[in-house]
């Protein structure tokens, strides 16, 4: 009756939690005494359930990853293999946790997304996703200890109702430093948390720290006529965390999440090139049902901007406004 106690528990609790957006839904909590206890397949015919869909395709998610993700082979190559087998795992150690870094528009809030939609069929709108905005959820620096007892009872109560929840972090360069280690307990290696298994549970966080590095070394490739899909994770890595954990900027800034090394995977999104914008904008164009032409891709693709400013290699947004520049060629 663990479940019930804690959805009792969130009832209990409510009034001090709504100062703040509150991500989690009593209501979910409630659902997930329904389904455990008391009509599971029944209720299951009408809504969402805890690991309703089908098992995990390793060749639906490469394909999504093939079709929707560009100039990001460590990241495609990291994301498949941690995902697929972490799922696939019936009894994980710890919970699979994933740091997403790169420059705005390199795919990392693509990434989430497609990982959403390849474990639940309601994607990001299932209720056993749950997204945290740092701006949104955590803006005053004034009120971090509350925002880590919320945080607390956020991912409790929505594990409680769902092992098999996920939860994706977004802005992480924004959020206030010390404010995410309030989950660490939940991150290590433990069967049990005050009753709760935490093993199956997804984490995902989202941030530019670290693109400058990532940068640096594609940069490196590129002036020594080396190809980016050379580029090995090892090249990358180390330097990244480091550069993560010592930047003040950000929500990881001397994290015990780094220092204790419950970060599964550091992943790296390399900025993305003229040739990776085309091909945004091309699988944005059949999206909309429109037949391609490569003669507005090539000038969508040229109206965005590049650097280092003498080179012009990279875009500096990524594929993040394309789309609205293409909305400029079929404005009706």
């Given amino acids: 009756m663990k479940l019930g106690r804690a959805a009792l528990g969130l009832l209990l609790l409510a009034p001090s939690v709504v100062q703040a957006v509150e991500p989690i839904s009593l209501g979910l909590a409630l659902a997930g005494v329904l389904t455990g206890y008391i009509y599971p397949r029944l209720y299951c015919l009408f809504a969402e359930c805890c690991g309703q869909k089908r098992s995990l395709s390793r060749e639906a998610l490469q394909k999504d990853l093939d079709n929707k993700l560009f100039g990001q082979h460590l990241a ?3 994301i498949l293999n941690a995902v697929f087998g ?3 795992n019936p009894k994980p150690k710890k919970p699979l946790t994933l740091s997403l870094h790169g420059w705005t528009g390199t795919g990392k809030n693509f990434v989430s997304k497609i990982i959403a939609e390849n474990i639940y069929e309601g994607g990001l709108n299932s209720d056993y996703v749950h997204l945290f905005v740092a701006t949104l959820h955590f803006p005053h620096a004034s009120n971090i200890t509350l925002y880590k007892d919320q945080l607390q ?4 109560g929505n594990v409680s109702a769902c092992a098999r929840s996920i939860f994706i972090f977004d802005e992480m360069d924004k959020m206030h430093a010390g404010l995410i280690d309030a989950i660490k307990p ?3 290696y433990y069967d049990l948390v005050d009753g709760v298994s935490y093993q199956k549970a997804i984490f995902i966080f989202l941030s530019n720290a670290g693109a400058e590095r990532i940068t640096d070394v594609a940069l490196d490739f590129w002036r020594s006529g080396k190809q980016r899909e050379d580029i090995k994770l090892k090249d990358i ?3 990244l965390s480091v550069s993560v954990f010592n930047n003040k900027n950000s929500g990881f800034w001397h994290s015990s999440l780094i ?3 419950l970060i599964d995977y550091f992943v790296p999104f390399l ?7 085309k091909m945004c904008i091309r699988v944005e164009m059949q999206s909309r049902g429109y037949d391609i032409d ?6 969508v693709a040229e109206e965005m901007t590049f650097f280092p400013k003498e080179e012009r290699v990279f875009s500096d947004k990524g594929c993040k406004t394309v789309f609205t520049k293409l909305d400029y060629y079929y404005d009706d």
Avoid: G, M, Q
């Fill in 186 to 188: 939940f991150l290590d």
């Fill in 294 to 299: 490569e003669d507005i891709v090539s000038r």
């Fill in 271 to 277: 900025p993305l090139e003229y040739k990776h914008l």
């Fill in 86 to 88: 972490f799922i696939n």
């Fill in 153 to 156: 009872l956020w991912i409790r």
């Fill in 259 to 261: 220092d204790r090394n």
């Fill in 76 to 78: 495609k190559k990291i």
């Fill in 237 to 239: 890595e180390h330097a």
